[in-house]
């Protein structure tokens, strides 16, 4: 079995006494840059205001600082006094934020500009920023001004912000970053790379999220830089008692966002840079995948496989054998002499076809892609007018410059034959941009980055998400405004627009199923909850044991997708035995179960910005040592999982938030704010579900839309004190949710030591096609007998032990006693 490689740790901490002054070198070692001077800010010579925006001069350089909202303050840094075209990709094109009130006040030392939440202070001696709360707590400060180098190589400055690190600071965010989720003592960079089969601490990974959360004497706020050259972030390693980010081009700019909360902070990075749409309820579904399932016969008894053994699946993956020669958008007529034929057949049997898009289009003359590219001039070019040409799976490449709005257009258009096949989602991968060999284009590449062009030190890291971008726009027209479904390997903040996301290439052993454990708690905490790892391991063999361990973690992973690579052994749920798949069939069945759970907590997402994966930290940052656990989160807010990570464990001790939590699979009631002991049998996995919570619950079925429901199953746990729920329903596929056409329930459930009351209340225009619910109570502390709906008296039923009740789904109140 594969272990994953020691990658020599590029990050020492250790380094030489003001060394970061010249860490270009250090990390760039291809550069050879001469040392440049620093360049730092002087004393404030004036200011001035226009609207929620302030600019700060010392006669050369100027700061700006701009209110967004509330708790959200931009502080941006120009050398010479002009400051660069205000855009970003990481912003949402609709963004609406405003200050319901700011002010200036002109002190000795320094200017204050204030919302009503939070103080940016800027000293007038040497342009120190820190921010603070309405108490006077510092936040965060500069420990030095913002400073700058110019760098002769390409015209540009390397730009810097350095910030006061206190000692119990701890840092989190950065997206992929496949470290534990405290990020302090390291050094991060942020340059999109194709890493198969990284290791523990390997950096830099696929994607660029340049966004991270301080949490400080119990407070939180968040740092995002939005800058799409090459990033660094140094938590607190170089020096103990310091924070730094740097660039290699571009302009320092970055958001204050408030806390205190973690939660908010999260939030607060939504409101800037947006949240998923609803997928289409398939898409959440569970999804098989490897590279590749080829020809046709091969995809057919997979999917029949599932079919005969009964495990739930929606999708099945197409990677890149299926094209001609690795052409994109055209098909292997050999190993799929009839597209369309089987991906109808495969949808009428309930299984979506998913498939593979590159970037690289090969040069060919007789191929339409290429041809319509070179006659439109879409390509990337060198500096030196050259196309950009590279080798990856179809041979010699050019590659698409998605940062041009045509571009993009135009490869949106480009998945019609692909849609009207019938195929429903597409996985966009290579995209950091990988090419074999050379690792990625050269920097001279010239993008057309919306007009404002720049080269491909500022377009990498964005490639990769606009091309997804083009992706999904193009098939949301093709697919008369169908949910779609893509997914992306690189990523850069706000991909989440756009967008679900893999962890690219893991491997399978079992430090990799912790890899995953904190990457996809990282990732939903940095913008991109619908997240997955390649269930399983990509590269490597797992046995039995592991596989199963992962599909349980993988019941509890936004995006569920078994993955792996062209050299290993069958992957499908019943590859490693009976005993095995007894078992994953029956996480796998859990998924479906607790599919409008999840559901709404996508929904919650979108609309409510909240983090679909809730670290400990974020859900109860007031205890330090909470900042410091990984294994447990919660699945939304109502359940809280800590998957099983080592061979063998037959018990675990884990840590439950504050309140009362059942053990999932027997109800047991746990006391909360302590850690606990459980058994881990194979069979199971320590699932709890928050007391109060009302879950609701689908019938198993063998694909999302199998069946109609005539009642929704809801699971009252009973909690004492008062508990609020959510369950959102809508119609699955279109984007009528928009339109209010959804229904959201909100639950008040309010548990007493002889009495339980559910009131509903409910929101949107969306008529379910079920009429009522069945409602079960689980924990009661008391015989009921006693069950009154909106003044009717009601029958209690039993099953399996249970209390339950049917009643009409839009009942206000009900009284259980
Ligand atoms: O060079 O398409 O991460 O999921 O199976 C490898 C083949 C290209 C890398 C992806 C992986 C995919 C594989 N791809």
Known sequence: MAESPKKEDIVTGILEEETLDNIQHVNNPVLDVPIVEKKYLNRILSYSKKGNVFIFTDGKASVEVKVFSDEIIRVRLAPHSSFLDDFSYAIREDINLHPTSFSILDLDDAFLVKTNVVVCRVQKENFLVSFENMEGEVMNADYKPMHWEENPDFGGYYVYCTKHTPEDEVFFGLGDKSANLNLRGRRYQNWNADTYGFGFNQDPLYKTIPFYIGVTGGDAYGIFFDNTFKTYFDFAA???????????????????????????????????????????????????????YYPEANVREVASQFRKRQIPCDAIYLDIDYMDGYRCFTWNKRYFPNPRKMISDLAADGFRTVVMIDPGIKVDEDYWVFNEGKENKYFCRRGDDYFMEGYVWPGRCQFPDYTNPKVRQWWGTLYRDLVEDGVAGVWNDMNE?????????PD????????????????????GMQMVRSTYDGLKKLQKNKRPFTITRAAYAGTQRYSSVWTGDNIATWEHLKIGVLQLQRLSVSGLSFCGTDIGGFTGEPDGELYTRWMQFGVFSPFMRVHSAGDTRDREPWSFGPEWEVICKKFIELRYKLLPYIYTVFWRQHKYREPILRPISLLEQHKPENLQREEEFGFGHNILVSPVIHPGQQSKVLYLPEGDWYYYFDHTLFVGGQEHKVETRLDEMPIFVRAGSVIPEFPVMQY??????????????????????????????????????????????????????????????????????????????????????????????????????????????????
């Open 238 to 292: 170089e020096k103990n008692d310091r924070t730094s980010y740097w660039s290699e081009g571009g302009e320092l700019q970055y958001y204050y966002i408030h806390g205190p909360q973690i939660i908010d902070v999260v939030k607060r990075y939504h409101e800037l840079t947006g949240t998923h749409d609803m997928p289409p309820l398939w898409a959440i579904g569970y999804h098989q995948c490897r590279w590749s």
């Open 433 to 441: 941009p990988a090419v074999f060999g050379r690792g990625t284009f």
């Open 444 to 463: 001279d590449v010239r993008h057309h980055f919306e007009g404002l062009r720049g080269s491909h030190r500022k377009a990498h890291n964005i490639y």
């Open 704 to 817: 999302t839309m199998e069946k109609n429901i005539d009642a929704l199953k809801l699971n009252i746990y009973w909690g004492s004190g008062r508990y609020e729920s959510h369950v959102y329903t809508d119609h699955g596929e279109t984007f009528a949710y928009e339109q209010s056409v959804y229904n959201e329930k909100y639950f008040i459930v309010e548990g007493e030591q002889n009495s339980l009351t559910i009131v509903q209340h409910i929101e949107g225009l969306y008529h379910e096609r079920f009429d009522s619910y069945k409602v079960y109570f689980i924990g009661l502390p008391f015989d009921a007998h006693h069950v009154e709906v909106d003044g009717d008296i009601h029958k209690i039923l039993m099953e399996e032990g249970k209390p339950y009740i049917e009643v009409e789904k839009e009942f206000r109140r009900l009284t259980i006693s």
